[in-house]
């Protein structure tokens, strides 16, 4: 099939590499435009230009898709399907409606639960026991298209948003070349999505990382795992940031600790182990295991202990 590809993270990098391996013809990869990263500003490629490069498949960076200018070469090009997987721009009727299959969107939730731009981070911080990869045809809203197939993909108990990313990475590429198949073959499922089950996975922004001790130790530690490795949940010891990756959760009834819990308040370091920090929420105990402060490497807690001196009833905040 001849085919524009539309998407810009690692997911979307992953997929495009596997239609190009089952032998579609990528007439061209649409993507976002480049943008500065980290310290020295270095202009950074997104995921899925790298991957085109590599593939010798032409790349359009458009600031919109929307433009008149844009959507003529889209005309020019003349694909029979447009996929899209995370891509970062909603397309406008006059896209949706310009390929002889239409535009196929591979989405990473099992809709219409978490619609939007951050589904595989919201499933873990919820406390999802599973997701999946579902395909869908695109129509003008968000992720609100007739869905051709779903694959679930069970969420493991320690799993975090880089796991479980490359999981439904894996997944998507079988389940997407069949329902391509399907529509070739005028046999692919439009099943309407349930709009009262509906719910929405908002943008990340690095303040949803900033840790709130009087939470439960349960919903902390599922947000440590769902913002791992970004952007990261975080806090603050002595006035440095702590960013903190990895942690488990405790019931007060499983710890003894030098200062009696009742008299703790959330965010107080209750407890120092040989391999971990124990902290104070609003219910229960959050034993850090692998943490990060400002200016370090990333270490878990026993190397980190070995190296800075960290005393009780010290408050993070």
């Given at each position: 099939?001849?085919?524009v590809?539309m998407?810009t993270?690692?997911?979307?990098?992953?997929?495009l590499?596997?239609?190009?391996?089952?032998?579609?013809?990528?007439?061209?990869?649409?993507?976002?435009?480049?943008?500065?990263?980290?310290?020295?500003?270095?202009v950074q490629?997104?995921?899925?230009?790298e991957?085109?490069?590599s593939?010798?498949?032409?790349?359009?960076?458009?600031?919109?898709?929307r433009?008149?200018?844009?959507?003529e070469?889209?005309?020019?090009?003349?694909?029979?399907?447009?996929?899209?997987?995370?891509?970062?721009?909603?397309?406008?009727?006059?896209?949706?409606?310009?390929?002889?299959?239409?535009?196929?969107?591979?989405?990473?939730?099992?809709?219409?639960?978490?619609?939007?731009?951050?589904?595989?981070?919201?499933s873990?911080?919820?406390?999802?026991?599973?997701?999946?990869?579902?395909?869908?045809?695109?129509?003008?809203?968000?992720?609100?298209?007739?869905?051709?197939?779903?694959?679930?993909?069970?969420?493991?108990?320690k799993?975090?948003?880089?796991?479980?990313?490359?999981?439904?990475?894996?997944?998507?590429?079988?389940?997407l070349?069949?329902?391509?198949?399907?529509?070739?073959?005028?046999?692919?499922?439009?099943?309407?999505?349930?709009?009262?089950?509906?719910t929405?996975?908002?943008?990340?922004?690095?303040?949803?990382?900033h840790?709130?001790?009087?939470?439960?130790?349960?919903?902390?530690?599922?947000?440590?795992?769902?913002?791992?490795?970004?952007?990261?949940a975080?806090?603050?010891?002595?006035?440095?940031?702590?960013?903190?990756?990895?942690?488990?959760?405790?019931?007060?009834?499983?710890?003894?600790?030098?200062?009696?819990?009742?008299?703790?308040?959330?965010?107080?370091?209750?407890?120092?182990?040989?391999?971990?920090?124990?902290?104070?929420?609003?219910?229960?105990?959050?034993?850090?295991?692998?943490?990060?402060?400002?200016?370090?490497?990333?270490?878990?807690?026993?190397?980190?202990?070995?190296?800075?001196?960290v005393?009780?009833?010290?408050?993070?905040?």
């Open positions: 099939m001849n085919i590809y998407g993270p690692e997911i979307a990098a992953v997929i590499k596997a239609l190009h391996e089952a032998g579609h013809h990528i007439l061209a990869a649409v993507t976002q435009q480049d943008k500065p990263k980290g310290r020295g500003n270095q490629f997104p995921a899925v230009k991957v085109a490069l593939l010798n498949i032409p790349v359009y960076q458009p600031k919109k898709v433009e008149p200018e844009f959507i070469v889209l005309k020019e090009l003349n694909p029979e399907a447009i996929v899209v997987t995370a891509f970062g721009q909603i397309l406008p009727k006059t896209v949706l409606e310009l390929p002889k299959y239409g535009c196929i969107n591979v989405h990473a939730s099992l809709l219409p639960k978490y619609r939007g731009a951050a589904p595989i981070q919201w873990i911080i919820e406390g999802e026991e599973k997701t999946g990869i579902t395909i869908m045809h695109m129509d003008p809203g968000i992720d609100t298209g007739d869905m051709i197939s779903k694959v679930e993909v069970p969420i493991a108990p799993e975090t948003f880089g796991s479980l990313h490359d999981k439904l990475a894996e997944a998507a590429g079988p389940i070349l069949q329902s391509l198949a399907d529509l070739e073959a005028g046999t692919a499922a439009r099943i309407k999505q349930e709009d009262e089950k509906s929405y996975a908002k943008i990340l922004d690095k303040s949803l990382g840790i709130d001790f009087n939470q439960p130790a349960v919903k902390i530690e599922r947000l440590i795992r769902g913002l791992n490795p970004w952007p990261s975080y806090t603050t010891l002595e006035g440095k940031m702590l960013k903190i990756w990895e942690a488990d959760a405790l019931k007060e009834s499983e710890v003894l600790s030098e200062i009696p819990l009742s008299e703790a308040v959330p965010g107080e370091i209750v407890d120092i182990r040989k391999d971990a920090l124990l902290i104070q929420t609003a219910e229960g105990i959050l034993a850090v295991k692998e943490l990060q402060l400002e200016g370090k490497k990333r270490m878990t807690a026993e190397s980190f202990l070995r190296g800075y001196e005393k009780t009833k010290t408050l993070l905040q």
